[in-house]
């Protein structure tokens, strides 16, 4: 589907997609707002979600555990809407810049997947860390969105 990877010239410097997918066909994707560059998610692309991605404009992803192809936001509503892709200089890592209006991209209902932070200093005991939740509001009951379906918690 995508060019051949046949040297490290061409990949890195030159014009044609080269994408590089792992041993499981896949290739890992930051996704980050394109109003406020916050990241909203990680998730990861096989060759046909990466297609679909460019052809319609809005994020597919593949399910590691369903096994199938994920039409980001298709239950929930809140479909992001693609505005530019990017891609490393070795070509094995996707950037996403997407719009997803006052919407949501977490399953759990956040508007970012990233929405705790973890505290930095001195560890006494790691199994103890708590963490901060920098979202304190959801934007969507994933109970609601949800009911009925394959738990989508599982990417």
Known sequence: ????REN???????????????????IPVVTTCSKTEEVLMQGYMNVEAL???????????????????WHKGKTSGYIQKVIEIRI???????WLK????????????????????????????ARNIKMRFEEKEKLFDPEEVYKGEE?????
């Open 51 to 69: 297609k679909r991605t460019i052809e319609t404009k809005e994020a597919h992803y593949w399910s590691r555990s369903r096994k199938q192809i």
């Open 1 to 4: 589907m995508f060019k051949k």
């Open 88 to 94: 490393d200089d070795d070509q094995d890592s996707i």
């Open 151 to 155: 738990n989508p918690t599982k990417v």
């Open 8 to 26: 490290v010239q061409e990949i890195e410097e030159g014009i044609l997609l080269s994408p590089k997918f792992d041993n499981d066909g896949l």
């Open 98 to 125: 997407v719009d997803i209006g006052q919407g949501a991209s977490c399953h759990v209902g956040y508007r970012s997947c990233f929405y705790r932070s973890i505290p930095l200093g001195k560890i006494d005991n």
